[in-house]
């Protein structure tokens, strides 16, 4: 049997690849509950230490889940940070085998920290998020900071900036374990990812942060993410609409997405298109159509129903 070896994984959608750091071992197993079957089976069998697979924008999450439930360690990596440990140690080609030794290699020498447990609550998911947020702040400003720093301390922000991204790369898993491990919230997270522009973070966002969605009505809901304009009025005078207040990490994940689906969600974007050529400005047009995102959101969470495009701007939207 052996033990006190490192495994990486090469995750595509159809594959994974997996290679031992010690003994020189590969195989591969079908991306699928039969083979995630195999996979787990065989490594219980012969107990590593660690596996390391990266960040694949999803692809891993099976993985990673059917690993944990099988008590073993599992440690998610930020690609360039693997891509970039290759480039330094000469190691140019690329395949998936040998990407699956990189990352057992990758795992062997930097010993990333394995995943914790998740826990599937609605407290533990907001926590995961709120970090994921510090993460990306923390990000910027070392990335701001590496702009004008001098060469004595550029390696350490550097440095700084890889463990930022693993960790993000591991938050990023650890999220979506949590959505799946909940049945409520895998619906939920169902429901919201079904509406072209909302993608599998910002679904988290909208998760966590706003845990009221499909139980309130359409302006209170509005009015939560400040995306509802109040008047600007005294006496006689009528001012311009504004939106204000509001929980700024919901109005943030749903401007972001609304910059996509105004050019790829047919309803939105024709809903766009007719308050542009009716002259309204860019922002106020972009403000309307995250209410009438967020609108559409909460109704299809109240109704348990996924979206479609025929009924999107049905339901009061």
Not at 117 to 131: E, G, K, M, T, Y
Not at 175 to 198: D, F, Q, W
Request: some cysteine; aromatic content about 6%.
């Amino acid at each position: 049997m052996v033990r006190s070896a490192v495994v990486g994984i090469d995750v595509s959608k159809a594959f994974l690849d997996v290679a031992w750091w010690v003994p020189d071992h590969a195989a591969r197993y079908a991306n699928s509950p039969q083979g995630l079957a195999e996979l787990t089976r065989a490594l219980t069998q012969q107990a590593p230490e660690l596996v390391v697979l990266e960040a694949t924008g999803g692809y891993e999450i099976a993985a990673v889940e059917a690993l944990q439930a099988a008590k073993i360690a599992v440690a998610v990596v930020n690609p360039r940070q693997v891509r970039d440990f290759a480039r330094a140690s000469g190691k140019l080609a690329k395949t998936d085998a040998l990407d699956a030794k990189v990352l057992a290699w990758f795992g062997a020498t930097m010993r990333p920290a394995p995943l914790p447990p998740i826990d599937p609550s609605h407290s533990a998911i907001a926590n995961l998020v709120a970090r994921r947020r510090q993460v990306i702040e923390m990000l910027i400003a070392e990335r701001n900071r590496l702009e004008h720093a001098g060469a004595a301390v550029r390696r350490w922000i550097e440095e700084h900036i890889l463990t930022l991204k693993t960790q993000l790369a591991q938050l990023d898993a650890a999220v979506a374990l949590a959505v799946e491990a909940s049945p409520s919230l895998h619906r939920r997270n169902e429901i919201l990812t079904s509406v072209i522009g909302i993608g599998r973070l910002t679904a988290a966002v909208l998760i966590a942060e706003l845990p009221e969605l499909g139980s309130i009505g359409n302006k209170q809901v509005a009015a939560l993410v400040g995306v509802a304009p109040f008047n600007q009025d005294s006496g006689n005078r009528r001012g311009e609409r504004h939106i204000a207040g509001g929980r700024y990490s919901v109005r943030c994940a749903l401007y972001m997405a609304t910059l996509v689906a105004v050019r790829f969600n047919p309803a939105l974007q024709s809903f766009y298109r007719r308050l542009r050529d009716a002259g309204k400005p860019a922002k106020v047009a972009l403000v309307a159509a995250m209410r009438k995102l967020i609108i559409i959101l909460n109704a299809l969470v109240r109704d348990d129903i996924l979206w479609q495009p025929n009924h999107a701007l049905q339901d009061g939207c």
